[in-house]
């Protein structure tokens, strides 16, 4: 990317569910980085480390405890006219895990398609309305046939496609997947992860990855954040990521890759995190620092220090 600019920025953004008798998950727990036009972020980390929530909060479904998101430079979170935040959820689309369960089974593939069309009053006539439907069906390797079918006709990458077609839809400029390839067959996976990369090309779309496997992850990604319980632990582009990791939690969360080769794979070291093993401080503040450009880590003064030399 020659000149970066900001799509998105996110400024110590808080999510704090209240689940009764007094106890907090603080399940997003001040989070800082930006999302650049046209890249893909990928985010990373082990069940219930926040992730879906970060990507509901940042899209507005959630109201922020606190921080904030701008998009283009507007608040997500900030009151704004019915207008203003109709064009907003047209703009940033979420296309989800599970293709059964996101598509309504008693509507038809042009009518979930055409929802968003509808609402957004972007089609003027009938014909005009299911004339963008088969572009859309085609734009994602789909056909017209398929327009008057129900989802429980189709597979599970088809009805993938389905849903990339929905976002399509009200041509959105931010597209966040929330696992969009875990619950398909590994054979399936690569074909709907290239048909992203194409209308990312095409479109100039930003995509904001989410995933727990870090295989596929790196593939898609131009840049890579690591969660950790609620708190990004690194971030860097995703070569970087993969050749230098720097936070010990990245390291064990690489090398648990599975490798190609069964010889290296069997004999191959898997590291263990332990959070003891930083020696912080009581109360020690911690901070997200720029050890390499563009390079990242959740760490101590001390830390940084130690990492500067390491890595520079
Ligand atoms: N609506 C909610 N109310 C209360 N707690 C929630 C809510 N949503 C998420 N959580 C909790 O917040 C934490 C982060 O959840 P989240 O779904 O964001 O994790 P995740 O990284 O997406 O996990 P996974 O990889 O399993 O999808 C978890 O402890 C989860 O139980
Ligand atoms: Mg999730």
Redesign the pocket.
């Known amino acids: 990317m020659a000149e970066k600019q900001k799509l998105i920025e996110i400024k110590n953004l808080k999510q704090y569910?209240n689940?009764g008798k007094g106890n907090v998950?603080k399940?997003v727990d001040g989070l800082t980085f930006d999302i650049y036009k046209g890249e893909t972020l990928g985010l990373v980390?082990?069940?219930?480390?926040?992730?879906?929530?970060?990507g509901r909060t940042i899209i507005g479904l959630y109201k922020a405890t606190e921080g904030e998101v701008l998009f283009n430079g507007v608040n997500v979170h900030a009151k704004k006219s019915a207008k203003e935040l109709k064009t907003l959820k047209r703009k940033m689309q979420m296309i989800f895990q599970d293709p059964y369960a996101s598509l309504n089974p008693r509507m038809t593939v042009a009518d979930i398609i055409a929802e968003g069309i509808d609402i957004h009053g972007l089609a003027k006539t009938r014909e005009e309305r299911m004339q963008r439907v088969y572009e859309l069906l085609e734009t994602v390797g789909l056909n017209r046939e398929h327009a008057n079918r129900y989802p429980h006709e189709f597979s599970g990458g088809q009805r993938q496609r389905i849903g990339i077609a929905r976002a399509l839809a009200v041509e959105p400029e931010f597209i966040i997947a929330d696992?969009p390839i875990s619950a398909l067959d590994v054979s399936i996976q690569a074909q709907v992860v290239n048909l992203m990369k194409k209308l990312q090309r095409e479109k100039g779309l930003t995509y904001l990855f989410?995933a727990?496997d870090l295989s596929m992850v790196k593939y898609i990604s131009d840049r890579i954040g690591v969660?950790y319980f609620g708190k990004m632990v690194e971030l860097a582009d995703a070569d970087e990521l993969y050749r230098n990791p720097i936070h010990p939690y990245t390291k064990a969360l690489l090398s648990a890759i599975p490798l190609p080769d069964p010889e290296t794979e069997r004999t191959r070291q898997r590291i263990v995190y332990d959070r003891s093993q930083h020696n912080y401080k009581e109360g020690e503040e911690l901070q997200f620092r720029e050890i390499t450009p563009g390079h990242f880590v959740l760490c101590s003064e001390a830390e940084y220090e130690k990492y500067k030399t390491m890595y520079t």
Request: charged share 15%; proline share 0%.
């Open positions: 569910f689940v998950i399940a980390g082990e069940s219930g480390c926040g992730k879906s929530t970060t696992e989410i727990h969660m």
